[in-house]
């Protein structure tokens, strides 16, 4: 059984239902059409968690959605799940990456993401609450206080720059 039955069967990851799912190893996915957004959610041994955070997605009343699941069962860190991003290709119009731990707590974050796109803009800096913490804590952003939680960015985007996740740059906004 592959692993992505193995978790099914604990509890790890969802069963498919209106949106599609899939755990990405560096194999080609299956074509979808063009969905609004991909949501990359990196997932490491916290099922409960996921688990929230997976209802928080299902909830959207937006359901055009790619939700493609990173998972780490070994415990690879931090680095090492970043670099993995690079090996994803999403079929979402935008790309949103998100850990196990975060939820979106509103159910119409997705509707509101889709009539922002409609302006297609390259990037979409949104809020985000992390413990107590609500970041960005200023505005523009400045560095340190911004999560990839934080920036969703199109799919060309996406494509160009996908292989500097993993890699440590010294950039100012």
Not at 56 to 74: M, R
Not at 105 to 123: G, N
Request: net charge neutral; charged share 25%.
């Amino acid at each position: 059984m592959s692993r992505v039955g193995e978790n099914l069967r604990a509890g790890l990851l969802p069963a498919a239902g209106s949106m599609t799912y899939w755990e990405q190893r560096g194999a080609s996915m299956p074509s979808r059409s063009n969905p609004i957004l991909t949501i990359v959610t990196r997932a490491y041994k916290r099922p409960t968690m996921f688990e929230q955070c997976r209802q928080s997605i299902e909830s959207q009343t937006v359901k055009d959605i790619e939700h493609i699941i990173l998972t780490d069962n070994i415990g690879i860190g931090v680095p090492a799940a970043n670099k993995r991003l690079r090996n994803v290709k999403p079929q979402g119009q935008y790309v949103w990456v998100i850990d196990d731990d975060n939820i979106l707590t509103d159910q119409h974050v997705v509707e509101t993401i889709a009539s922002m796109i409609s302006r297609k803009p390259d990037i979409i800096i949104c809020g985000a609450q992390i413990g107590e913490q609500l970041l960005p804590e200023t505005w523009p952003p400045i560095e340190g206080n911004i999560d990839s939680a934080n920036i969703i960015v199109s799919r060309e985007v996406w494509m160009k720059h996908r292989t500097a996740w993993g890699e440590r740059v010294n950039a100012r906004c």
